[in-house]
C-alpha cells in the first residue's frame, strides 16, 4: 500500500493472487517505470524503475542520467555496419538507420543475435540490459540475393545453423563438444572456452582453424569451419612452471550464449549425450571460482568475474565495469559534475552461504539492475581467494586509504557479500554505505535511493560550483581573447604603417633617382650641343623661340643645316625630354616632333625665325 496507493485490501490480494503471491511481481506490474526517474504522487507516478519500498513522496528527488551508450556491430552478408545507439533507443531505430546504411527496407529487415531472442521493434534497448559491446546480423529472406550477392546466400544460412565445435583440451587430455549457433563469434567462443578451462584468452593456444578464420571478431559462419562437425585444440602457452594457474580436479561447466533458445541446444541431435557434451564424471565437481587467482590484470579478471556471473544467476545483473578500481574510480568521480556517479563496490565471497542468495534475488532483481544501471557505475571483486582478497585491499589502500581497508577486514566470511557505495569528493572519496549480504530487496533499494539523495544534494553543489567556475573562466577567456584581438589589431596597424613608411621612402628613393638620372640626361645633352652660332655669322641662321609649359620662353640660334634632334636636345637639356613632350608651330599647326630627326632645320621649314611651344604628351 506504501508503494502503490492501492488502499483497497481486496484488490491488493487480487493483484498477489494474479502473480502468484510473488510481491515484486505484483508491485512492477502497477507502477510505472519511466527512466528511472522517480516522481511524487502529486505528478502521477510512483516508483523508480520498479522499486518497491516506501518512501516519503515529499523527499524524492532523483536527478536523470547521463544515457548509457550501446555499440552494435552488424552483419549483413559481406558488409558490417558499426552503429553506436543510446540505451533508450528501440530496436526499430536500429533498423531506420540500418535502412540508411544497407539501403535494405526496415520492413523486410529480421534483426537476428538478440540474447532474450526475437524481439519487436518497439522494444528499449535498456529493457534487454544489453553489455556496452555487441554484435547482430541481418536477414531479408523476402530480398533474393543479386548476381553479385549470390554467394553470401550461404552465409546467411549459415548464420541460422548450429555447428558442433569438438575441442580438445590437451593438457586435461578432455574432449569438449560444444553447440553454438553460426552467429557466434570466434571471440566468444575462446572467452567460453576460458570459462572451461581457466585458460586467459590471451594465453590459449589453438590449432584447427581454418585459414580464412583470421580475425576474432568473425562468425563461425563466415570462418570457414566444417558444418555439421568441427574439431579444434586448444592448450595454454609455454609460461614457467611456477606461473601455472592451479586446476581444479573437475571444473562446473558453463557457457554464456548467444542463440535464440536455451543457454545449449540437446546434443543427441548429433548423437552425443549431455554427459559426454561436457566431459564432466561425477556430480561431486566443485563449481570454478568467480575470479581466477593472480591474473596478470584487473580487465582480464573482471571478464571472467562478468561470465562467471552470468553463467551462475543469468544475463540479467548490473553491467560490471571491466577495468581497474582506479579507472572506475576516474569514470565515476573525475567527469564533469553533471556526468559523475556513485560507484557500487560488489565485493563477493563463495564461501558466505548468503552469496547466492544476494546474488540471484538482490543483485539481478530488474529494479535493483535498473537503478545500478542507471545511477551508479558497478565494480565488483572476488575475495575468496585470499590472494585476491590481499590484492583489494591493497587497492582500496591506494585510492580510499586505510580506514576502508580496515572496515573491509572487520567483516567476516558470513557477513559477506558486500556492495561498498562510494561517492567522490573534492578532496577525497568517501564511503557513504555497506551494505550487508543479509538484506532485502526493498531494503537494499531504499539504502541505495539514500545514498542517492546524498550524492544528489553533493551533485547539485558541485554543478553550482562548476557553473560559477565556467562563468569566470568564460569571462577570463573573454577578455584574453579582447586582449589579444586588441593586441593583433595594434601589430597589424603597426605593421602597415611600417609598410607604408617603407613604400613613401622607396618611391622617395626612386624619385631622386629618376631626377637624378634625368639631370645626367640633361647635362649630357647640354653639354653634347654645338655652340650657339653669333648672329654675324655668314652662315644661314635660324632663330627660333619655344614658349615652354610654364609660359617662360627659350631663345637660341641654331644653324640652318642643323638637324631637328639638335633642337630635340636642347628643349629635352632644358628639363622637356622628347619622350614627354611634344614641340608645336603656331600657324599652320605641326607637330615637328612627328618629324625626321634627321632632317635640317632648312627642311623643316624652321628658318629663318619660328616661335614653337612646348606640349605634354598624353
Not at 565485493?347 to 545500478?372: G, K, P, R
Not at 611600417?498 to 629618376?514: G, I, P, W
Request: glycine share 4%.
Amino acid at each position: 500500500m506504501a508503494c502503490t496507493g492501492i488502499d483497497n485490501i481486496a484488490e491488493a490480494i487480487t493483484l498477489l493472487e494474479l502473480n502468484n503471491w510473488d510481491l515484486v511481481a505484483a508491485i512492477n506490474g502497477v507502477i510505472p517505470q519511466e527512466n528511472g526517474i522517480l516522481q511524487s504522487q502529486s505528478e502521477a507516478a510512483d516508483a523508480a524503475a520498479g522499486a518497491f519500498c516506501p518512501i516519503n513522496p515529499t523527499s524524492r528527488h532523483i536527478v536523470e542520467r547521463q544515457p548509457r551508450m550501446l555499440n552494435f556491430r552488424v552483419e549483413y552478408r559481406q558488409r558490417s555496419v558499426e552503429l553506436v545507439l543510446e540505451e533508450g533507443s528501440t530496436v526499430g531505430e536500429i533498423k531506420q538507420i540500418l535502412e540508411t546504411e544497407l539501403g535494405v527496407p526496415a520492413s523486410k529487415m529480421q534483426l537476428k543475435g538478440w540474447k532474450s531472442g526475437d524481439v519487436s521493434d518497439s522494444t528499449l534497448l535498456r529493457s534487454l540490459h544489453l553489455p556496452k559491446n555487441n554484435s547482430l546480423y541481418v536477414l531479408t529472406p523476402d530480398i533474393a540475393a543479386t548476381a553479385s550477392t549470390s554467394k553470401n546466400s550461404g552465409l546467411q544460412e549459415s548464420l541460422n545453423q548450429n555447428f558442433m565445435l569438438i575441442i580438445s583440451h590437451r593438457e586435461a587430455q578432455r574432449d569438449y563438444n560444444l553447440n553454438f549457433p553460426g552467429s557466434r563469434t570466434i571471440q566468444e567462443v575462446k572467452r567460453n572456452i576460458s570459462d572451461l578451462t581457466n585458460i586467459p584468452v590471451r594465453h590459449q593456444q589453438w590449432e584447427g582453424w581454418p585459414a580464412s578464420a583470421s580475425d576474432d571478431s568473425m562468425t563461425l559462419a563466415a570462418s570457414g569451419i566444417s558444418h555439421p562437425c568441427h574439431s579444434l585444440s586448444v592448450c595454454r602457452r609455454s609460461a614457467p612452471a611456477n606461473a601455472q594457474e592451479p586446476t581444479e580436479e573437475c571444473a562446473d561447466v558453463h557457457m554464456i550464449s548467444d542463440s535464440e533458445g536455451d543457454d545449449f541446444e540437446d546434443a543427441s541431435e548429433f548423437g552425443v549425450d549431455d554427459s559426454e557434451m561436457f566431459g564432466m564424471g561425477t556430480s561431486s565437481c566443485r563449481k570454478s571460482p568467480m575470479m581466477p587467482e593472480n591474473s596478470e590484470n584487473e580487465a582480464d579478471a573482471l571478464l571472467h568475474f562478468t561470465a562467471e556471473f552470468s553463467s551462475r544467476y543469468g544475463e540479467t545483473h548490473p553491467m560490471f565495469f571491466i577495468g581497474s578500481l582506479e579507472a572506475a574510480s576516474q569514470e565515476a568521480f573525475y567527469g564533469k559534475a553533471r556526468d559523475r556517479k556513485l560507484l557500487a563496490i560488489y565485493l563477493h565471497n563463495d564461501d558466505s552461504v548468503l552469496s547466492n542468495v544476494f546474488c540471484s534475488q538482490m543483485m539481478c532483481a530488474d529494479s535493483i539492475v535498473s537503478y545500478l544501471s542507471q545511477n551508479f557505475i558497478t565494480w565488483a571483486w572476488d575475495v575468496t581467494k585470499e590472494t585476491n582478497k590481499a590484492r583489494l585491499l591493497t587497492m582500496c589502500t591506494r585510492h580510499f586509504g586505510s580506514a576502508v581497508t580496515q572496515t573491509i577486514r572487520t567483516y567476516k566470511t558470513d557477513q559477506f557479500p558486500l556492495l561498498l557505495i562510494v561517492m567522490g569528493k573534492r578532496t577525497s572519496n568517501e564511503v557513504l554505505n555497506v551494505i550487508q549480504g543479509n538484506t532485502t530487496v526493498d531494503e537494499l533499494m531504499m539504502r541505495l535511493m539514500g545514498a542517492m539523495e546524498i550524492f544528489t544534494a553533493q551533485q547539485q553543489e558541485d554543478i553550482k560550483d562548476e557553473d560559477e567556475r565556467e562563468a569566470r573562466e568564460m569571462v577570463k577567456r573573454e577578455q584574453d581573447e579582447a586582449y589579444r584581438l586588441s593586441l593583433e589589431a595594434d601589430r597589424k596597424k603597426r605593421e602597415a604603417q611600417e609598410r607604408e613608411e617603407a613604400e613613401q621612402v622607396r618611391l622617395e628613393q626612386m624619385r631622386k633617382e629618376q631626377e637624378e638620372e634625368k639631370e645626367a640626361i640633361r647635362l649630357s645633352l647640354e653639354q653634347a650641343l654645338p655652340p650657339e652660332p653669333a648672329e654675324e655669322s655668314g652662315e644661314q641662321i635660324s632663330k627660333l623661340r619655344i614658349r615652354t609649359p610654364s609660359g617662360e620662353f627659350l631663345e637660341r640660334r641654331f644653324l640652318g643645316s642643323c638637324k631637328l634632334q639638335v633642337l630635340f636636345d636642347f628643349v629635352a637639356s632644358k628639363g622637356y625630354p622628347f619622350e614627354e613632350f611634344k614641340l608645336l608651330t603656331t600657324f599652320p599647326r605641326r607637330n615637328i616632333t612627328q618629324l625626321d630627326p634627321g632632317s635640317t632645320l632648312l627642311e623643316a621649314k624652321l628658318f629663318p625665325q619660328e616661335t614653337l611651344f612646348l606640349e605634354a604628351k598624353e
